[in-house]
């Protein structure tokens, strides 16, 4: 029995456990005649990078990765979204079916945004100095929306800096991929009007909103998600 492959691309996390917290969603989609490839991303868990990779750089490295002859099925989580709709952009023709969950992506253009940018220079000017407060530190985390930022190396900080910089408006045009894009409701770390971007820009495109879900509803509803996925998947229409 030939499963349908299905590429995974994490958020961004910095502990060694992505892998374990994926595995009941996995299960999931295994359950439902799927064969899940998760792709543990460079930077995280034990794979260090020795220089700052740009969103283009894990672009690259994941067609690396890929057989070359074949058309995918892509799902990406937050970070792991903005690299996968990317790839999608860039390689049109390598993408046959896009499933971003709570993905990130797009700037912001509001306060918080800007907000967030310059704490991140901050932190990065004051260094040691800056995280010794725990007060100060929690006031950081809050407005920056980043928890494993200041707790980052300093390869992963820039990193994510340039991924912050990284704006995918202008590609969402291009992608091809019918995309299923799933949020939580109550997600306050890529709010679901961002979903809503998402729907308005990529053509064949459906957004699933998932009520009183929050950024990680494949941990929190791993069926739910998974069964929004098989019907996405084995449907011949854009997942609606």
């Excluded at 200041?150 to 202008?170: G, N, Q, W, Y």
């Excluded at 409701?185 to 308005?200: A, I």
């Excluded at 998932?210 to 069964?227: D, I, K």
Aim: charged share 25%; with cysteine; proline share 4%.
């Amino acid at each position: 029995m030939n499963w349908m492959k299905v590429y995974i691309l994490h958020g961004w996390t910095l502990g060694n456990d992505s892998r374990e917290k994926w595995s009941p969603f996995i299960s999931e989609l295994e359950t439902r005649g799927l064969e899940p490839l998760f792709l543990s991303l460079p930077g995280f868990g034990e794979n260090e990078l020795d220089s700052p990779w740009s969103i283009d750089d894990y672009v690259s490295w994941l067609l690396s990765l890929l057989p070359k002859d074949e058309k995918i099925v892509l799902v990406g989580h937050s970070f792991g979204g903005h690299i996968a709709v990317t790839f999608a952009a860039v390689y049109p023709k390598k993408v046959d079916k896009l499933i971003l969950i709570s993905s990130s992506g797009l700037r912001e253009h509001a306060l918080k945004s800007r907000l967030k940018r310059k704490v991140f220079s901050l932190a990065a000017k004051l260094g040691k100095r800056l995280t010794s407060s725990e007060k100060l530190r929690g006031v950081l985390y809050k407005l920056a929306r980043e928890r494993d930022y200041l707790s980052a190396s300093p390869v992963m900080r820039e990193t994510m800096k340039l991924a912050i910089s990284h704006d995918v408006a202008l590609l969402l045009k291009n992608v091809e991929a019918k995309t299923c894009l799933i949020w939580g409701e109550n997600d306050v770390v890529t709010p679901l009007s961002l979903g809503k971007v998402f729907e308005n820009q990529i053509k064949n495109s459906v957004l699933h909103v998932l009520p009183g879900e929050r950024h990680s509803p494949q941990f929190t509803n791993a069926s739910g998600v998974a069964e929004l996925s098989k019907e996405f998947l084995f449907s011949n229409g854009n997942g609606q």
